[in-house]
């Protein structure tokens, strides 16, 4: 492996139907969600993704695997390397358990949230495998379905599972500059409905569009629940 190999950008992908819940265990209070769900194809904008079961089989025990809030390094809720953070990879998702500090108030609060139900949906950091930055494989496979661009997320293919988190809002799908390039070459050599591919700041102006429609309608969601008596 190359020394001077430059770290990719990190990826992020939210699950919007997560089981996330706040829980008891023998050890205290628990959050419980999945972090990513496989074999579902998910639409992120110029290309769609499909995780493969498996894809963080080389990952699973990395001890520097945090559990984040909103995927923010300052607040941390648990690392795997000291436990308070489990994974679990199963044939339908990545599921994750955070043990939850009750000597940390900030952590509690984030705790019940989770609980009354403010907070519903997960997301995930990572990295892919590649060849050409010094990987035993291609974590990936892209491949054109009429003008439909597929992108294959392989058995054993994350690099580095940088974080789960609990999310309030899923912050816009960010695939990496490598991803993005992919796209735009794949576009350009199938049949381009508008006969031009996309830029990379298409594909990322594109999905920042349909998160923040996302982002509205959760918002709208909650105001009907915490008002229901508003027209």
Not at 16 to 42: C, K, T
Not at 194 to 211: C, F, L, M, N, V
Request: charged residues 30%; glycine residues 8%; aromatic residues 8%.
């Amino acid at each position: 492996m190359s020394k001077n190999r430059t770290p990719e950008e990190p990826e992020r992908r939210y699950v919007s139907v997560s089981e996330l819940r706040a829980a008891q265990s023998d050890d205290g209070p628990v959050i419980e969600g999945s972090g990513a769900v496989f074999g579902q194809e998910a639409d992120l904008g110029y290309f769609t993704e499909v995780i493969e079961p498996g894809f963080f089989d080389s990952v699973l025990d990395d001890p520097d695997t945090c559990g984040l809030w909103n995927h923010d390094d300052d607040i941390p809720l648990g690392r795997l390397g000291n436990k308070t953070l489990e994974l679990e990879q199963t044939d339908q998702a990545l599921n994750y358990r955070i043990h939850i500090n009750v000597d940390d108030a900030e952590a509690m609060a984030k705790y019940a949230k989770v609980k009354r139900g403010d907070v519903t949906q997960s997301s995930f950091g990572f990295t892919v495998k590649s060849k050409n930055r010094g990987d035993d494989m291609d974590g990936d496979e892209w491949f054109l379905v009429g003008d439909k661009v597929i992108r294959r997320l392989k058995k054993n293919g994350c690099r580095k599972l940088y974080d789960v988190s609990p999310v309030t809002y899923p912050a816009y799908p960010t695939t990496s500059a490598s991803a993005r390039s992919k796209v735009v070459e794949l576009q350009s050599a199938g049949q381009n409905p508008d006969g031009q591919a996309p830029s990379p700041e298409d594909i990322t102006q594109k999905a920042e569009a349909q998160a923040r429609q996302r982002a509205r309608a959760r918002r709208l969601e909650l105001a009907e629940k915490s008002y229901p008596n508003l027209k």
